[in-house]
């Protein structure tokens, strides 16, 4: 069975600290797919990345980067010089990679607020 | 990209009464698509698979009876809640992956989300 575990609930920075929010990942597949989403307030869940369980390189996005580490089935996700506008529920997810239609199992979520 | 819109985006009904939601995707199609549902300060759980020209499947513990689906074309999914109840105000939001020409499903889109609340 697939799971996602983001053991920080919540996290609170102030303004221009940096910020990691782990995930872990459970799967017996060999072939799969890890995300990240940030759910503001809205409600609307906006992606952010996706990796493939073979592209284990890391990857940065302005302030943001994504650490994945198959050894430790571990796909981490850190804000650099965190903003005000960074606040929101950040959902880590994983999916199977099959022919055919699968859903996304996601983690429970991390709420993170970024004080000014 | 690719697009899922789904309406509307915020609903409020009288408990008995039932509530339609719709999920497109606007330039591809979706054989499969899928419904999740979020409680307040909790995460995404799966509700059901909604395949095109066949019946739903359901996860464990959620009526089909009561969250009816009905996926007639390739780019339309409805989900129905029946006869609803204030415990059934939740945000639902509804998701399809883009398959390419390789087979293997990668892209995931979501719909906006629909805010239900029931009085």
């Known amino acids: 069975a697939q799971k996602v575990t983001q053991a920080q609930t919540e996290i609170s920075v102030v303004e221009k600290e940096d910020v990691t929010l782990d995930c872990v990942y459970e799967?017996?597949?060999?072939?799969?797919?890890l995300f990240w989403y940030k759910q503001p307030p809205s409600g609307e869940l906006v992606f952010l990345i996706r990796?493939?369980?073979?592209?284990?390189q890391n990857e940065i996005s302005g302030r943001y980067s994504w650490n994945f580490q198959k050894s430790t089935s571990s796909f981490n996700f850190t804000i650099t010089a965190s903003q005000v506008v960074d606040s929101a529920v950040y959902f880590c997810a994983l999916s199977e990679a099959n022919s055919g239609n699968t859903p996304l199992v996601f983690g429970k979520g991390t709420r993170l607020s970024v004080i000014a | 990209g690719a697009v899922v819109s789904q309406h509307p985006s915020r609903v409020i009904c009288k408990s008995g009464t039932s509530v339609k939601i719709e999920c497109r995707s606007l330039d591809f199609q979706a054989t499969t698509m899928f419904w999740y549902r979020q409680f307040p300060k909790q995460s995404l759980m799966l509700m059901a698979t909604s395949n095109e020209g066949s019946k739903a499947t359901y996860e464990q513990g959620v009526e089909k009876d009561k969250f009816l689906i009905n996926h007639a074309s390739l780019t339309l999914s409805t989900l129905t809640v029946t006869s609803a109840h204030p415990e059934d105000s939740s945000f639902y939001i509804c998701?399809?992956?883009?398959?390419?020409?390789?087979?293997?499903?990668?892209?995931?889109?979501f719909g906006q989300g629909t805010r239900l609340t029931v009085v």
């Open positions: 799967t017996r597949d060999t072939t799969y797919y």
């Open positions: 998701s399809a992956r883009e398959t390419p020409w390789t087979g293997i499903d990668t892209e995931a889109f």
């Open positions: 990796r493939n369980s073979f592209d284990e």
